[in-house]
C-alpha cells in the first residue's frame, strides 16, 4: 500500500517533536532546577530520573552482555554523564541556544572526520566561521563567558566520544544500550550533583519538576527519535536533527527571555547549515547515532 502524504509527514514530525520536547525540558530545567540545586543537582536529577525511567520501560536485564559490550556501554555512558554535565554547567552563564550551537561542534567533527571528502573542507569552513562568532577570541568583542565556553567545548568533546562509544554497542537493542548507558551516566553524575546539594535534591518540589523533565527531555525525544529513525533515511533524519540549535534559541528566547544579537543568529546558521551539510554528502553508509537528550 502507498503511504498517504500525511503518513509520510509523520517522521519529519517526530523530529521536530524530538528536539521541541528536549528544548522545552531543558528551558524548563533551566528556569525552575538551577536556582534551587544549581546545574550539578539539575544534572543529577535529570540524569539519574531519566536511568529509572528508561530501565523500567526497557528492562534491558533480559538481554545478555558480553564482557566487551559492557565495556563499550560503560565509556558511553560515561561519556553520556559527563557530556550532560558539561552542558548544564555552560548553562549557568550561556544563553541555551548559543551552547547547543558550540556543542554540535562535537558531533559534527566526527561526521566530517568519518568522511574526509573534498565538500567537507566547505562545511568545516562554515562550523569555523560560526564558531569563531561565538567564542571569546579576543577578535570579535565577544561577551560570552569564557568558563561557559569552556564547559560547552568540553560538552563538544564528550558527545563526540559519546558517538564513537555508541558505534561500539551498535549493534545491540536501542533500549538496552540507552537504558544501561543512562545507568552509567547516573553513577558518573549523582554523586557530583549530591556533593553539590545534598538533601536539597530530595524535597518534592525539585523531584517532581526533575521527573518531568527527565520524561520531555529523554523517554519523549527518544521514542520520537526512534520512530523516525524507522523511516527516514539516516542522512535525512540528520538534517532535521541539525535545526536543534536554532529551535533551542527560538525556545530560550520566548521561555527564558534569551534573545541574542544579530550576529549570534548568524553564528547559529552558519553551524547548523555546516551540520545539514554534512549530513547530506555523509551518505547512507553513516550512522545517526544521537544522544539521549542530552542538551
Request: aromatic fraction near 8%.
Amino acid at each position: 500500500m502507498t503511504a498517504s502524504p500525511f503518513q509520510r509527514f509523520i517522521p519529519f514530525l517526530a523530529v521536530l517533536g524530538s528536539v521541541t520536547a528536549l528544548g522545552f525540558g531543558t528551558s524548563w530545567a533551566k528556569q525552575i532546577l538551577f536556582p534551587a540545586v544549581g546545574a550539578q543537582g539539575t544534572t543529577a536529577v535529570r540524569v539519574g530520573l531519566s536511568a529509572v525511567l528508561m530501565l523500567l520501560l526497557w528492562r534491558p536485564w533480559r538481554w545478555r552482555l558480553s564482557r566487551a559490550d559492557a565495556v563499550a556501554i560503560a565509556c558511553y555512558g560515561a561519556a553520556l554523564g559527563a557530556m550532560n554535565l558539561m552542558f548544564y554547567m555552560s548553562l549557568r552563564t550561556l544563553p541555551f541556544g548559543l551552547a547547543v550551537a558550540i556543542e554540535f561542534s562535537g558531533p559534527l567533527a566526527v561526521a566530517i572526520w568519518s568522511s574526509r571528502r573534498a565538500v567537507d573542507f566547505v562545511w568545516v569552513a562554515l562550523a569555523m566561521a560560526g564558531l569563531g562568532m561565538l567564542l571569546p577570541l579576543g577578535l570579535n568583542g565577544s561577551a560570552l563567558d569564557p568558563m561557559g565556553v569552556f564547559y560547552a567545548l568540553a560538552a563538544a568533546v564528550f558527545w563526540a566520544l559519546y558517538i564513537v562509544f555508541g558505534k561500539r554497542a551498535g549493534h545491540l537493542h536501542a533500549g538496552h544500550t540507552v537504558s544501561l548507558g543512562l545507568l552509567v551516566a547516573a553513577l558518573v553524575v549523582v554523586p557530583v550533583g549530591v556533593v553539590h546539594a545534598g538533601a536539597a535534591l530530595l524535597t518534592p518540589t525539585v523531584l517532581l519538576v526533575g521527573l518531568a523533565v527527565a520524561a520531555i527531555s529523554s523517554a519523549i525525544p527518544i521514542s520520537l527519535e526512534m520512530m523516525a529513525l524507522k523511516r527516514l533515511p539516516k542522512e535525512a533524519f540528520g538534517i532535521m536533527i541539525s535545526m536543534e540549535p536554532a529551535v533551542a534559541a527560538v525556545l530560550a528566547m520566548g521561555l527564558l527571555g534569551e534573545h541574542l544579537s544579530f550576529n549570534q543568529w548568524l553564528a547559529i546558521g552558519l553551524i547548523v547549515s555546516a551540520s545539514m551539510g554534512t549530513a547530506m554528502t555523509a551518505g547512507r553508509s553513516k550512522p545517526a547515532l544521537r544522544e539521549p537528550a542530552a542538551a
